[in-house]
């Protein structure tokens, strides 16, 4: 299907000469916003080659256009509020009616989405742990034995630069690797890769997701993945899943989405931003996850207990909390719609790290508990908020906060 390019302040498709040719169906064209970029293209033909196939008869346009976070390529992601820098643009056409639904990275997208909007299905999980990606000229060569993230960046010179846009994986990596100096890169996966290339590149090293470089083709460019095991630190929440905005109101849509997604990728994801939501983080806050089904325990019915939490359990006067109100949404979750699978139930381990911006202070912790519902996850992530905060991640936060306000003041003065 073409795609269009579309703006938020243009009454009509930028290029309307590529506008699709009249619809086969009698049905309307149902209208995916995207962001222009070249990852967020393929991601979007993921979720456009799932809806040809549950929806054959049904025609798509894809409109794509620029955001802030696109326009401003130099400004450091923590110094520009980062929450809604991918997603403000086209979520105003989505709910002026001018697109159906909008395709977001998860990870960029805000755990406060404007009224009347949701999140209508969450698509399969790529890997979602993050890539070190080392310049060529410090590779290993092929004949050196294969070593992990670990081995590469406590063996780097002291001052070796690593660029990464994300205080999340700074703060982790300093704490870690305190030798080691971390620089702001912007751009898209490209030209953050040219910059790393480049024979004058103050940078060893880049920190990416591996589920962008992975969607990309680019997988060979990964020199070693990150993770609690390896290289010691968690990814971003929704990291590597893909998110479906709609307005909540449209039943045509949602019943659309309700054969797409994935519900495992919906619950662990569930999980993970409700601990963000509750701590009130965003995407410019040092807060990492790693959520994993444990396949190998054995549940109820195989003759063995069924695994609880791990390190923390519901205080007796919180076990109604699952109906608590998420989002304004009372008794349910933020997703709507989606596949919902009756088998997805299963043991989920949560780990979750919350980090001062000097690495110096952390609050962390890890809980594995059965998840047999959607409201289930969003119960995890809250109880897991509440063992970080018992552990310090509130000060934690409350110091980054003050210290953001007092630069925007002086900034200002």
């Known amino acids: 299907m073409a795609t269009l390019d579309v703006s938020a302040d243009a009454s009509q498709p930028a290029n309307p000469q590529s506008a699709p040719s009249p619809s086969t169906s009698a049905l309307p064209v149902i209208s995916i916003g995207t962001r222009r970029s070249l990852l967020a293209l393929k991601q979007t033909d993921i979720v456009e080659a799932a809806l040809k196939k549950a929806w054959p008869d049904r025609d798509y346009a894809i409109h794509a256009m620029a955001t802030m976070g696109d326009k401003n390529q130099v400004t450091p992601l923590h110094e520009m509020g980062a929450k809604a820098l991918w997603t403000h643009e086209l979520e105003a056409l989505l709910l002026e009616g001018r697109l159906d639904l909008v395709v977001h990275s998860l990870k960029d997208m805000p755990t406060q989405l404007p009224a009347s909007l949701s999140i209508g299905a969450i698509f399969p999980r790529e890997d979602p742990r993050d890539a070190l990606v080392m310049r060529p000229s410090l590779l290993p060569s092929s004949t050196s034995p294969p070593r992990n993230s670990h081995d590469l960046l406590s063996t780097l010179p002291p001052g070796s630069v690593i660029g990464t846009s994300s205080v999340r994986r700074s703060a982790q990596l300093v704490r870690l690797y305190p030798h080691l100096t971390f620089a702001s890169v912007r ?113 109820a019915g195989d003759g063995e207990e069924a695994l609880t939490d791990v390190a923390a359990k519901p205080a007796p006067e919180d076990q109604n909390q699952s109906n608590r109100t998420v989002e304004g949404k009372e008794n349910g979750t933020e997703v709507t719609s989606g596949q919902k699978d009756d088998s997805a139930a299963g043991i989920l381990t949560f780990r979750a790290i919350v980090v001062s911006l000097d690495g110096k202070e952390a609050a962390e912790g890890e809980m594995t508990r059965r998840i047999a519902s959607r409201e289930d996850a969003d119960q995890f992530g809250w109880d897991m908020a509440r063992l970080l905060v018992e552990r310090g991640a509130d000060k934690i936060l409350e110091k980054i906060n003050l210290n953001r306000n007092i630069i925007h003041e002086q900034g200002d003065a």
Not at 195 to 203: G, H, I, W
Not at 232 to 261: M, N, T
């Open 187 to 299: 751009g898209n996966v490209g030209t953050r890769l040219s910059k790393l290339d480049a024979p004058d590149s103050p940078y060893s090293a880049l920190i990416l997701a591996a589920a962008g470089l992975l969607r990309l083709g680019l997988g060979d460019r990964i020199t070693a993945l990150l993770s609690s095991r390896e290289g010691g630190i968690l990814h971003a929440v929704g990291q590597g899943a893909l998110g479906i905005e709609v307005r909540e109101a449209d039943g045509d849509i949602s019943r659309i989405l309700g054969k797409v997604g994935c519900e495992r990728t919906t619950r662990m994801c569930l999980a993970e931003r409700s601990l963000m939501r509750t701590l009130e983080g965003g995407c410019s806050v040092p807060i990492g996850v790693e959520t994993e089904w444990v396949d190998a325990v054995r549940g």
